[in-house]
């Protein structure tokens, strides 16, 4: 059997995929266009592998992605592929417009078509239609209000947002409307290997290291409720496999923290496992910026749903992750420094003349 993820050269998709291989026996085919959040040299390693296989493709070409559909005959689809970035979305919306939304419909309808095709019976029973999604879609919260369950309101307030809104609605309509059997997963903030080093904790642990400003936006007083990456893919494992057809489910860490004490923590697991040569505390590179427009004050997620229908739970506190994961940048600065330098799209030019 094989499952066919899109964006897996993207940070979770990465992680997914690997962690996919070592707990299943099954295929994976990564589909991914390999937009600058792309990088497959994550992925590398896995060429020799049988059951891992790599195309290159958008999630807008509905010809290429029906293509590999019917290549491939997924008993599954997860999308991992989306323009990601808050920050990004705010200076150039289209991008996220075009991937986010209308990608997402191209998805379905091919997953739709594909689905039809199946002959009635067990292959049909069993097909899944996975979204990735976020937490962004509930918009913030004052500091006194519930937690977001998967019946909270959809208030988003970036573009980033409100495109992921619009693809979780989407999903939804091909549901109730044509039948295909979706699921749908809300997450809060990942943190972990492979991160792009364009969000806040790789950004701090790299410009840290790079002797740099870090950068903490307005009074850094924003909570966010992170992550680590291993449990969001077990996660994603666990609703893939016994997720209710058509059902929605919030997955967090249970681990509220605002934006300065993540970047002080970074600190100080840096000055004790990687101290600077100027013998000063790493707080001493931290600089409050200009806050980003619309910043949404907090994002917790209520996790009740899916630890009670799938015994489901983070296996990390964000002080085990967070040790785990300055370890793992200061293990893999190479990785850290062909990101930044823009070496890591040679693979590109080698594999595919771009
Ligand atoms: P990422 O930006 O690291 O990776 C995105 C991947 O999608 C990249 O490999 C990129 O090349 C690919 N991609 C982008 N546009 C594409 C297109 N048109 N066609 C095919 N591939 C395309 O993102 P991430 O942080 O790994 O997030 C993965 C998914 O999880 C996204 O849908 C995101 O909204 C969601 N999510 C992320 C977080 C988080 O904290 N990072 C939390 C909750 C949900
Ligand atoms: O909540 C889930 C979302 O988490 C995902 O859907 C997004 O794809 C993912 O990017 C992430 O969004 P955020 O905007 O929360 O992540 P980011 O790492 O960009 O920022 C985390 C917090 O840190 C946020 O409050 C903004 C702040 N920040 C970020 C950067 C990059 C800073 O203070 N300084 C920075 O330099």
Known sequence: MTILVTGGAG?????????????????????????????????????????????RGDICDFDAFAGVLAQEKPRAVLNFAAESHVDRSIHGPEDFVQTNVVGVSRLLQASLHYWRSLPDGADRDAFRFLQVSTDEVYGSLTPDAPLFREDSRYEPNSPYAATKAASDHLVRAWGVTFGLPVLTTNCSNNYGPYQFPEKLIPLVIGNALAGRDLPVYGDGMQVRDWLFVSDHCAALRAVLESGRVGDTYNIGGLNEITNIAVVNAICTILDELSPAASGKPYANQIRHVTDRPGHDRRYAIDATKIRTALNWRPAETFS?????????????????????????????????DA
């Open 11 to 55: 940070f979770i998709g990465t992680n997914f995929v690997r962690e996919w291989l070592r707990h299943s026996t099954e295929r994976v085919v990564n589909y991914d266009k390999l937009t600058y959040a792309g990088n497959a040299e994550n992925l590398d390693d896995l060429v020799s592998d049988e059951r891992y296989r790599f195309v």
């Open 320 to 352: 085990t992750g967070l040790r785990k994961t300055v370890q793992w940048y200061l293990a893999n600065t190479a990785w850290l420094d062909r990101v930044r330098s823009g070496a890591y799209r040679d693979w590109l030019a080698r594999h595919y």
